[in-house]
């Protein structure tokens, strides 16, 4: 008998595995049916998705090889800014620029990866913090490049999908739930790779892992590779959609960084179900905290939103997709014969 298959649950059919992430998909596709195509429900639920996308692209690194990133805002904010200075400066269209902006972001991350993937525990995350506000100051300091504190707006484009210009919110509400897909299905590949295995390896015990022929340090800053990529493509999103921006919003440590890591902590780190979950909760609250309580108190919406946020940690800190096993997609994995 596996020495897997008793500590985990018998594995479904593919059929019923796929049946929850397809019903969900068919729900979201037919959602804005009932919703103004440019009403503040469908921008509401579009941040949902784009957050959940870049939660999971956090859950690369920060769920399956445990590296607890705080500064994935300095990925986030180089991909927005590299597509609109593309814009901006030779009218290259954004998807063009999302392209270029994942390269940097990955070669961001391989470079911050270099000197600090040997770090464990709180002091990654510190070291990811530190370069994520590195980040923030330069861009508040290089004006010619980032506009400075007074912020970048997007150059205005004939609306069309080739530039990513929209008259509405709509169309940003599918392409953001086609962002979301993708960065699952990519979350889902590695997870269930042999790199997903090494990268688990590494965070159940990187010690024994190294014994058995793992090189922690690589698998680590692959897996940070990917992650700086993907959220550096979702900033071109960000930017398209929202028109403006500035290095507080887009290199921020609250608004972008501690936000996408809660995201994917309080739904369920390592999990594909959990950033979704996480982020409709987290952004949801957001905005019903907003709207019902930025007229009272100043801060009590912010009082009200972290005091709920506290309690569900407290409750479940294992995260949302612990409190029912339709959750928990895709985590149940066939058993495996122990070795004799």
Known sequence: MSVFA??????????????????????????PLGLDGDGYA????????LFAALGQSWNIVGGLANQISLGHAAFFGIGAYTSTRLLIDFGLSPWFGMLAGGVFGGAAAALISLPTMRLRGHY?????????????????AWTGLTGGPVGISVP??????????????????????????????????IRRSAFGYRLRAVREDASAAEVVGVDTARIKI????????????????????????????????APISVRI????????????????????????????????????????SNLVYGVILISVIMIQPHGLVAFGPVFRWPRRVPAVDAPK
Do not use: H
């Not at 469908?42 to 998705?49: E, T, Y």
């Not at 692959?222 to 921006?245: D, E, H, K």
């Not at 999990?271 to 009590?300: D, K, M, R």
């Open 222 to 253: 692959q897996a940070a590779v990917i992650s700086g990529a993907l959220t550096a493509m979702l900033g071109t999103l960000y930017a398209q959609m929202n028109f403006f921006f500035d290095p507080d919003a887009v290199f921020g440590a």
């Open 124 to 140: 990654f995350a510190l070291a990811t913090l530190a370069f994520g506000e590195v980040m923030r100051v330069v861009a508040n």
């Open 6 to 31: 008793t500590s985990l649950p018998s594995a479904r059919s593919p059929l019923s595995r796929l049946f929850v992430p397809a019903a969900a998909l068919a729900v979201a596709l037919i959602v």
């Open 42 to 49: 469908i921008r509401v639920i579009a941040l949902v998705f």
């Open 261 to 300: 890591a809660l995201i994917a902590i309080v739904g369920g780190i390592g999990t594909a179900a959990g950033p979704i979950l996480g982020a409709i909760l987290i952004v949801s609250l957001e905005e019903i905290a907003n709207v019902l309580l930025s007229g009272q108190v100043a801060g009590l």
């Open 156 to 189: 205005y484009s004939a609306p069309g999908l080739w530039m990513l210009s929209f008259k509405g919110t709509l169309p940003f509400y599918y392409l953001n739930l086609a962002a979301l897909v993708g960065v699952t299905a990519v979350f889902v590949g």
